[in-house]
C-alpha cells in the first residue's frame, strides 16, 4: 500500500466507495494511487499544471499497473474533465483563494459533481463563503498538524448554507460546533500577530493609526470570544 501523509488520508477518507474522482493538483497522483489501491474508487483523473509533476504521476500510474483506472492529464483546474465525467473532486495543497478561482473558472464542470474535498493553505474564509453563495452547504471539517503546519479539510455537497455568520466562516461551522482544540492554537497565533501590530502603532502619529488601532482592537475582541467559546 502506497504510503502517504496524514492529511491525504484524512482527505481519502471523505471519498465515497465507488467515487468517480478528479483530483486536481495532484502532484505525483499520490491521493488517486491510495485509493485505486484500496479499491475505493471506480475512476480518477489526476489533472496536474506543472509538467515535472505531470510526468511523474505518469511514471507513478504506469508503474504500479493502474493505467485502466486513473487518468492522468496535463491542464489548469477543472479543464482536465468534461461535464458529468466524475462526481467527487479533491483539491489539496493550495490556498482557498486559488481554490476559488479553480472551481469559479471551470463551474460548468461541477455539473453532476456530489461532493468536494478541499484542503486550502490559508484564506478559508473565503472559501466557505464561495461555497455557500454557490450553491454549496459544509457536510464535514477537520483540523490537524501536520510538519508544523496546521491544515483544515472541508467537505461540501450540494445544499443551502448561510454566510452571515463571520465566525462560521472563518473558523469553520462545524468545527466550532464541534469546539475542536485546534482553533484555541489558531486564535492564539492570530492574537499574536495583533499584540506586536499594535506594539507597532504605539509609535504612529495621527488618525490613521488610530483607526488600524481601533480595528486591531476589535479583531482581537472577536478572537478571545471565538476562544473562550471553543474553551467553555
Known amino acids: 500500500m502506497l504510503n502517504i501523509s496524514e492529511r491525504l488520508a ?27 489501491q484500496k ?3 471506480a475512476s480518477a483523473v489526476a489533472g496536474e499544471l506543472n509538467e515535472g509533476p505531470f510526468r511523474g504521476a505518469e511514471r507513478n500510474v504506469r508503474s504500479r499497473g493502474y493505467s485502466d483506472r486513473i487518468t492522468v492529464r496535463k491542464g489548469n483546474g477543472l479543464a482536465v474533465i468534461e461535464p458529468g465525467e466524475v462526481d467527487v473532486i479533491t483539491v489539496a495543497g493550495m490556498g482557498g483563494g486559488t481554490i476559488r478561482e479553480i472551481l469559479s473558472a471551470g463551474e460548468e464542470k461541477l455539473a453532476g459533481v456530489q461532493r468536494l474535498v ?3 493553505q490559508g484564506d478559508s474564509e ?13 457536510l464535514d471539517e477537520e483540523m490537524l498538524v501536520e510538519d ?16 452571515d455568520d463571520r465566525n462560521a466562516m472563518e473558523f469553520g461551522p462545524i468545527l466550532l460546533a464541534q469546539k475542536h482544540p485546534l482553533i484555541a492554537d489558531r486564535v492564539d497565533y492570530e492574537l499574536g500577530k495583533i499584540r506586536l501590530a499594535l506594539e507597532g502603532l504605539e509609535k504612529a502619529k ?27
Not at 496546521?150 to 461540501?156: G, N, Q, S
Open 148 to 163: 508544523e503546519k496546521m491544515y483544515e479539510i472541508v467537505v461540501a455537497e450540494r445544499g443551502e448554507m448561510a454566510v
Open 10 to 36: 484524512r482527505i481519502a477518507a471523505h471519498v465515497p466507495q465507488g467515487a468517480r474522482m478528479a483530483d486536481i493538483g495532484s502532484d505525483h497522483a499520490y491521493l488517486p494511487l491510495y485509493l485505486a
Open 206 to 232: 495621527g488618525d490613521s493609526g488610530e483607526q488600524r488601532r481601533q480595528e486591531l482592537l476589535a479583531r482581537r475582541q472577536q478572537l478571545e470570544e471565538v476562544k473562550a467559546y471553543v474553551q467553555s
Open 126 to 138: 473565503g472559501l466557505r463563503r464561495w461555497l455557500g453563495e454557490h450553491g454549496w452547504q459544509i
Open 118 to 120: 478541499l484542503s486550502p
Open 39 to 41: 479499491g475505493q474508487i
